[in-house]
């Protein structure tokens, strides 16, 4: 059985103390499906409170997939994405982290619901306003002439009495 270090280089034990090298574990969830980064996200909560960095780290990958996917979270093949996102919410509600847990609150409560829609320009561009207040009585009776804007008439509301 080959041992490797950290770069990857197989240790020859009988020329090295095994002591000497770190032995961290190091996952790699860029590599691992959703659904299996949620099963890996399950056996992190109930390991030692050392693997909340891990937590942590797996949060920041799902927020960067979550600004990836943007707002086709809520197309079919995000599914997984999704039930990660709510048992890893729960998770870091657990083990009170606050920063990522708000920041994955913020991005799927926005990318859940339906994009925003720009409101085209209208064709119909809207009626000037005249600068002097609007008068009861008209000015003239002549037509308006094309250098000064038309006065429009506001209709009040008649009250009948019974």
Do not use: W
């Not at 996102?85 to 708000?102: A, D, G, S, W, Y």
């Not at 829609?117 to 207040?133: E, F, G």
């Amino acid at each position: 059985m080959d041992i490797y270090d950290q770069y990857g280089h197989i240790i020859d034990p009988t020329h090295t103390d095994l002591a000497d090298h770190d032995y961290s574990l190091i996952i790699d969830f860029e590599q691992e499906s959703f659904k299996g980064c949620e099963s890996i996200l399950e056996i992190l909560y109930k390991c030692s409170s050392l693997c909340q960095k891990d937590i942590i780290i797996l949060a920041n990958h799902v927020i960067n997939n979550l600004l990836i996917v943007r707002y086709d979270i809520i197309n079919p093949e995000y599914r997984d994405l999704v039930q990660l996102i709510h048992v890893l919410f729960k998770i870091l509600q657990r083990i009170k982290n606050k920063t990522e847990m708000m920041i994955i609150h913020e991005l799927f409560n926005t990318f859940i619901k339906p994009k925003p829609i720009s409101n085209p320009s209208s064709p119909v561009s809207p009626p000037p306003t005249s600068s002097a207040p609007p008068s009861s009585t008209p000015t003239s009776s002549a037509p308006p002439s094309s250098t000064q804007p038309p006065v429009i008439k506001i209709m009040k509301k008649f009250k009948k009495n019974k």
